[in-house]
């Protein structure tokens, strides 16, 4: 009856936001809506905490991290719960700008294990995307078992929280259920996104002081390879600070990359000669896209949506293949894929579970949660590159790209077509070097290179989503990259 009610509730929550005054989400959590003192009674008394979004850098601030953890906490989605713990945190006050979390702790609880940040890319890809479909210890129902009545969510038997600790982050602010109260709150470049993203991870070490000694790798997939590399010269640059001291010094190992779009004018030219090596389009069509792609380059501000159109329109609109299809059987398209999750977060159970409660409901309910086209027009700077981050921290940190051998999207060529105009130590080293096979058992699973700190590896059988694809090859190829153990060995 709580959640029927609930939704019943929503057009008074979206009525009440409208009137709210702009004050810093750290003052009192019901007082902020601007309800009057018998809507709040009645609110407060029959629905206590679940409706409404919970703030947690007021208690962070205010060093009540017990009730933090305990507030935070998420009970409930399954039969067989895991730990976990979501909630916002406040990254800008005065454009109330909040970032949404979800935090699995390593499933045996080792004292040691590795942190792992995971953010996708789109941009505009909440990180539910990673969490729920490819490598947390949740997974989604299929829209036909859910309408059967199944759970929304269920264990998965192969999940990157048996190694580590995972943290998942929608990113930039206004992706998925992160959100703002002012235009001025969102990113509109690459080079905006790592101020945010560090206040989190500053705040989330505040919380779970126990993790602040463990190693810290942050990493994603696609146009995560924009942000990946940025934010980590950011936590380099904040940590070796001698002028203004971070307060936290945040114990950072390295990065991980799936399919990294990290350098669009090297890696865009490549897209449209794989699609043409391997059959999908005719020489013509090819040269169509050479010209899109040339007027697109000289342009001062290119359009994202043009640029969208084409890169990854192209193949369904000549040839009806969907660019994230997997190849691997008729179910593996997006749309198969992202609805149901969709569906799923855009719930008031998994809402108010999570604790976002209805405070951004106009914006996420009316659109799609795991990928907002309107957090991909503000972008400016779609051909950025991140090269010369790249190479600044694979000649300091470890760093792994990984690529599914059958990713359209960004395929091997497009990214090895980044790789050769990375300027680091070993680039020459990389760019002479033979590839070797990559064996679970007896299986073959891929190939990898090593050269110093720095691994490429490509898995076999699988496309853009690998840890979706190939469970268990992901879930070897990160123990081997983060336990720093060889690829040649069992």
């Known amino acids: 009856m709580l959640i029927s009610i609930g939704v019943l509730l929503v057009a008074l929550f979206s009525l009440a936001l409208s009137r709210t005054s702009r004050e810093s989400p750290e003052k009192n959590r019901h007082t902020k809506y601007g309800l009057a003192d018998a809507w709040k009674k009645i609110l407060w008394t029959r629905f206590p905490e679940e409706i409404f979004p919970l703030f947690l850098s007021p208690l962070i601030d205010a060093g009540r991290i017990e009730e933090a953890q305990n507030k935070s906490r998420v009970r409930g989605l399954c039969e067989d719960d895991v730990e976990s713990y979501s909630g916002y945190i406040t990254v800008n006050k005065e454009y109330q700008s909040n970032m949404f979390f979800w935090f699995f702790p390593q499933e045996t609880h080792r004292a040691d294990a ?15 995307v990673g969490a729920l479909l490819e490598n947390g ?3 989604v129902t299929t829209y036909d078992r859910m309408k059967a009545g199944h759970p929304p969510v269920f264990r998965r038997n192969i999940t990157w929280t048996q190694e580590f600790s995972m943290l998942y982050v929608d990113n930039p602010v206004g992706v998925g259920y992160s959100f703002t109260k002012s235009d001025a709150g969102y990113s509109t470049t690459t080079a905006e996104t790592p101020e945010n993203l560090y206040s989190v ?17 942050i990493g994603g997939q696609s146009y995560a390879g ?12 904040r940590n070796t600070d001698t002028r203004d001291p971070p307060e936290i010094t945040i114990n950072f190992k390295g990065i991980y990359l799936g399919a990294g779009f990290c350098d669009p004018k090297n890696m865009i030219p490549m897209f449209v000669e794989f699609l043409y090596n391997v059959g999908f389009i005719s020489d013509s069509h090819r040269q169509v896209f050479r010209r899109i792609f040339n007027k697109i380059k000289i342009s001062s501000e290119p359009s994202i949506m043009t640029l969208f159109q084409t890169f990854f329109g192209l193949p369904k609109l000549l040839i009806g293949l969907d660019t ?6 008729p179910k593996s398209t997006n749309a198969h894929l992202m609805l149901p999750l969709d569906l799923f977060a855009a719930t008031s159970s998994a809402r108010m579970k999570l604790h976002v409660g209805f405070a951004n409901h106009n914006e996420t309910i009316t659109r799609l949660i795991t990928s907002s086209g309107e957090i991909a027009m503000k972008f400016t700077d779609i051909l950025s590159d991140t090269s010369k981050e790249n190479a600044f921290l694979m000649d300091r940190y470890k760093v792994l790209h990984y690529s599914g051998n059958l990713d359209i999207v960004v395929n091997v060529p497009m990214t090895e077509a980044f790789l050769q105009h990375v300027q680091w130590s070993g680039q020459q080293q990389y760019n002479d070097s033979y590839r070797h096979k990559w064996f679970i058992g007896k299986k073959l699973v891929g190939w990898y290179t090593t050269i110093g700190n720095f691994t490429r590896v490509i898995i076999r059988n699988s496309g853009h989503m690998v840890p979706y694809d190939q469970p268990e090859a992901a879930l070897d190829m990160m123990r081997r990259f983060i336990f720093n153990q060889p690829f040649g060995s069992d």
Request: proline content about 9%; some cysteine.
């Open 226 to 237: 924009k942000y990946v590399p940025v934010l980590g010269c950011y936590i380099h640059d």
């Open 201 to 217: 991870l500053v705040q989330f070490f505040k919380m779970f002081p126990q993790y602040t000694q463990n190693e810290f790798y």
């Open 114 to 128: 590795p942190v792992l940040l995971w953010l996708n890319g789109g941009p505009g890809r909440s990180s539910l």
């Open 137 to 139: 210890p949740y997974e």
């Open 324 to 329: 994230l299809d997997h190849l691997l059987g």
